[in-house]
């Protein structure tokens, strides 16, 4: 994946002219970094690249150059899907492709023997960062754009999700570790980084309470009283949650002032300046020094 000022410098294009095109004819798709920055795949840059070669070498005006790019996509698609999921992948993005037309295909059995080539040929974080996280998204743009149904969306989360909590229950519990709420707050249905990161948690010893997606404001508190829990992740992507998500915080540090806060996720990005040091940001790097300095030293009251 390329971050866009990579593919600027290999188009030899203006970032500006990059997004432009992006956000006024949905040429391309870019996945999100967990801290919201643009991710372009090699299909991306080839797309971009000939539609680059319409408009500056053959005249042809935007409008019609992407029209023309949606026909090539059509041809594109309609080769022999079957054919292509037959080949085997040789990297992380071919095998999300395939993975992504085994799913919308409904094919299970082809999907989970995808999967385990995935497994065998990436170590776990690779497999869950570099595959199945941007298969995810993916997904999930193609139902909120239409091209993915409400049926494809539901059976491919569904297995994706399986997975993720295969691997949540095979780590064991160091009992010394500060408990962890994970959760996303109300409104918020986009889990992948809150997955991604109780991943990462659950692989360093901790236990987590993971309560997903759109968790409403007033079931927090009764959660975090009974059970001790003494650190409350939270991921956001939706920044139009913002205001009512810091609220929800304010109310619950008064109440529990022991509580610590850790933000994930860019909807966190123009966070208050009170909650802006509980901003994690970035990767796995960013993780694991917080988890250093944060959690390691520090063990749980109840045990």
Partial sequence: MY?????????????????????????VSPMRSESGHRLYSEQDIEDLRWLKVQTEDKGINISQAVKMLEKRRAERS??????ELDLPAQ????????????????????TNELLGLGFAMFNFEKMFHDVLAPLLQQIGDGWERGTVSVAQEHFASNI?????????QIFQINPRL????????????????????TLFLRRNGVEVIY?????PHDGLAKVIERNDVQVLAMSLSDQQLLGQTEAMLDRLHERFPHLRAVLVGHGFQNVS?????????GGTDAWAQWFRQDMSGVESRER
């Avoid at 309609?78 to 054919?83: C, R």
């Avoid at 037309?101 to 094919?107: D, N």
């Fill in 78 to 83: 309609v080769v022999d899907p079957q054919a």
């Fill in 178 to 197: 500060p408990k962890v709420l994970a959760c996303c707050p109300q409104g918020e249905h986009h889990q992948i980084g809150l997955l991604l990161f």
């Fill in 160 to 168: 994706i999700l399986q997975r993720f909590n295969q691997f949540f």
């Fill in 3 to 27: 971050n866009i000022k990579s593919v600027a410098q290999l188009l030899d294009m203006p970032a500006v002219t990059i997004r432009a095109w992006e956000r006024r004819y949905q040429v």
């Fill in 211 to 215: 309560l997903g997606p759109d968790m």
């Fill in 273 to 281: 300046a009170r909650w802006k040091p509980k901003r994690l940001d």
């Fill in 91 to 110: 990297n992380a993005e071919q095998l999300r492709h395939q993975l992504f037309q085994s799913l919308l295909a409904f094919q299970f059995e082809k």
